[in-house]
T-cell receptor
Framework: NAGVTQTPKFQVLKTGQSMTLQCAQD?????MSWYRQDPGMGLRLIHY???????DQGEVPNGYNVSRSTTEDFPLRLLSAAPSQTSVYFC?????????????FGPGTRLTVL | DAKTTQPTSMDCAEGRAANLPCNHS???????VYWYRQIHSQGPQYIIH???NNETNEMASLIITEDRKSSTLILPHATLRDTAVYYC???????????FGTGTRLKVLA
């Protein structure tokens, strides 16, 4: 298994540009999520999904869109990038397990908005 | 929303036990406590989780107080490779929202 993969690894955008961060998992996990991590800070949940066609907002959803058309993929879209969105973005996935759901994280995408 | 409180940083001598505390006084009765760690800028790595009882796996032990308002992660024999930021996480009751705090930066000293 490749686990959780994220592309690109690095990205530089200009203010106002749009882009999509890709996330894929090959473990057939129902749950997928996106976090951002600002320098020296913990992770903050942006959006999450409990299955194909189902998404919901996390702590900091403004400026980001998501969709979940397949179990495997959960892309994150920045509609109009702003310098405040400069951050490291992590995608994670897990089973929805009644005994506790272990999240597997991708390697991250480092985004700089100029 | 449920949240956790952890010390900002801790040091531990190599080979000694590292005890990392976490307060989660607003945790719901059926919600788990999770521990993850992040080495450098890599994606966080799962360590252990628990509900009421103490738990142990190959990486660590988790001690949860009887009232469930706090817990302690124990790394029994810390090594230099355990230097990382450790996050104690709870899930917001009735949702799949996981709230990370700022974590504890553990430095294992040679």
């Amino acid at each position: 298994n490749a686990g959780v993969t994220q592309t690109p690894k690095f990205q530089v955008l200009k203010t106002g540009q749009s882009m999509t961060l890709q996330c894929a998992q090959d473990m057939n996990h129902e749950y997928m999520s996106w976090y951002r991590q600002d320098p020296g800070m913990g992770l903050r949940l942006i959006h999450y999904s409990v299955g194909a066609g189902i998404t919901d907002q996390g702590e900091v959803p403004n400026g980001y869109n998501v969709s979940r058309s397949t179990t495997e993929d959960f892309p994150l879209r920045l509609l109009s990038a702003a310098p405040s969105q400069t951050s490291v973005y992590f995608c994670a996935s897990s089973y929805l397990d009644r005994d506790g759901d272990t999240q597997y994280f991708g390697p991250g995408t480092r985004l700089t908005v100029l | 929303d449920a949240k956790t409180t952890q010390p900002t940083s801790m040091d531990c001598a190599e080979g000694r036990a590292a005890n990392l505390p976490c307060n989660h006084s607003t945790i719901s009765g059926n919600e788990y406590v999770y521990w993850y760690r992040q080495i450098h800028s890599q994606g966080p790595q799962y360590i252990i989780h628990g509900l009421k009882n103490n738990e142990t796996n190959e990486m660590a032990s988790l001690i949860i107080t009887e009232d469930r308002k706090s817990s302690t992660l124990i790394l029994p024999h810390a090594t230099l490779r355990d230097t990382a930021v450790y996050y104690c996480i709870v899930r917001v009751g009735g949702t799949y929202k996981y709230i990370f705090g700022t974590g504890t930066r553990l430095k294992v000293l040679a």
